[in-house]
C-alpha cells in the first residue's frame, strides 16, 4: 500500500529548476516526508526532509502545502549529475513506522 | 553524511552456495541496520530490519531461512544469502541508523552489493 505518488518520469533542462511533485494524501501528524535520491546501481542518497514547514538546504528546497498531503522537492540548477530516480518518502518515527519504505519514485533526466 | 561500507560490491557465484554480503558503518554506531533487495528498472523492497544483538525482523514474504541476517556489533550486520539460486540474482543494498531518543535517526545507505548467481 503506497503511501506516496509521484510521476514516473521527468525531464529538464540543464541550469534550470527541477520540480519534483509528491502526493501523500494519507499522511498523519506525525509523519515526515523524506527525500532520496539514486543514481544508477548506487546506493539511495539523502537529500532532505520536512514535517510541516518549508526547507532548504545545499542540496534542494522541500515545500510542504498546508494542509500537508503534497509537497515539492526543488533542484534550483539542475546539472546533468542530478540525473537519478528521486523517491519521496512518508515516515513515522515511532518503532515499527520509523522504516523508510521506498515506492517507485520519479526518474529525472536533465539534458543539456 | 556518515559512511556506510558494503563488501564485497558485487560477486558471482555457482548455484546452490552460500554468498555472504557486510554491511559496516565507518564512522558511527549503527544501532539499527536495513536490508533491501533491488531487482533492475525496480524499486528497493525491504528485506529485514535488524538491531544489535537481537534477531532480525523480516518483511512479510522474505523467507528467514534463505537470507540469514547478523547484527553482531554496532559497526557490522551480514547478510548471507544460503543455497543461492539465480531467481535471487539482484542488487542487495544495507542501510544504518543510530537510533537515539529525541534525536533526528538519519539513515545512511551503502553502495550495494550486485549478486549474479549462475
Known amino acids: 500500500d503506497a503511501k506516496t505518488t509521484q510521476p514516473p518520469s521527468m525531464d529538464c533542462a540543464e541550469g534550470r529548476a527541477a520540480n519534483l511533485p509528491c502526493n501523500h494524501s494519507t499522511i498523519s501528524g506525525n509523519e515526515y516526508v523524506y527525500w532520496y535520491r539514486q543514481i544508477h546501481s548506487q546506493g539511495p542518497q539523502y537529500i532532505i526532509h520536512g514535517l510541516k514547514n518549508n526547507e532548504t538546504n545545499e542540496m534542494a528546497s522541500l515545500i510542504i502545502t498546508e494542509d500537508r498531503k503534497s509537497s515539492t522537492l526543488i533542484l534550483p540548477h539542475a546539472t546533468l549529475r542530478d540525473t537519478a530516480v528521486y523517491y519521496c518518502i512518508v515516515r513515522g518515527q515511532s518503532y515499527n513506522t520509523d522504516k523508510l519504505i521506498f515506492g517507485t519514485g520519479t526518474r529525472l533526466q536533465v539534458f543539456p | 553524511g556518515a559512511v556506510v561500507s558494503q563488501h564485497p560490491s558485487w560477486v558471482i557465484c555457482k548455484s546452490g552456495t552460500s554468498v555472504k554480503i557486510e554491511c559496516r558503518s565507518l564512522d558511527f554506531q549503527a544501532t539499527t541496520m536495513f536490508w533491501y533487495r533491488q531487482f533492475p528498472k525496480q524499486s528497493l523492497m525491504l528485506m529485514a530490519t535488524s538491531n544489535e544483538g537481537s534477531k532480525a525482523t523480516y518483511e512479510q514474504g522474505v523467507e528467514k531461512d534463505k537470507f540469514l541476517i547478523n547484527h553482531a556489533s554496532l559497526t557490522l550486520s551480514t547478510l548471507t544469502v544460503t543455497s543461492a539460486h539465480p531467481e535471487d540474482s539482484s542488487f542487495y543494498i544495507c542501510?544504518?541508523?543510530?537510533?537515539?531518543?529525541?534525536?533526528?535517526?538519519?539513515?545512511?545507505f551503502g553502495p550495494g552489493t550486485r549478486l549474479t548467481v549462475l
Open positions: 542501510s544504518a541508523r543510530y537510533t537515539k531518543r529525541g534525536a533526528y535517526n538519519e539513515q545512511f
